[in-house]
């Protein structure tokens, strides 16, 4: 199973931009779909989760700015970022819990990370 993220870049402050990622690979399900970001010399932190049953979970920090949606059919997540501050540049990566199985395990996967500059 592969995650493919896409959508990272330079945009000024108060500008939007949107993170795709996308699974694929051998059969499977998905349960929770998330955003997480890592700027240098930070932990990786939380951005926004989505379940598969609906429920959301957004850090402080981007609360009433970025919305996290997935597309189960299409198996994919995505982020849209608005308001974008200096503070939100990072490296960007998407999380799916994943079983390939009836009954198995889920196993968390990553996405490779995508840049996302907030900058004038």
């Known amino acids: 199973v592969q995650l493919q993220a896409s959508g990272g870049g330079l945009v000024q402050p108060g500008g939007s931009l949107r993170l795709s990622c996308a699974a694929s690979?051998?059969?499977?399900?998905?349960?929770?779909m998330g955003w997480y970001r890592q700027a240098p010399g930070n932990q990786r932190e939380l951005v926004a989760a989505?379940?598969?049953?609906?429920?959301?979970n957004y850090a402080d920090s981007v609360e009433g700015r970025f919305t996290i949606s997935r597309d189960n059919a299409k198996n994919t997540v995505y982020l849209q970022m608005s308001s974008l501050k200096p503070e939100d540049t990072a490296v960007y990566y998407c999380?799916?819990?994943?079983?390939?199985?009836?009954?198995?395990?889920?196993?968390?996967?990553w996405g490779q990370g995508t840049q996302v500059t907030v900058s004038s």
């Open positions: 999380m799916m819990t994943l079983r390939q199985r009836i009954g198995g395990p889920y196993k968390t996967f």
């Open positions: 690979g051998s059969r499977f399900s998905i349960g929770t």
């Open positions: 989505k379940t598969l049953g609906g429920s959301t």
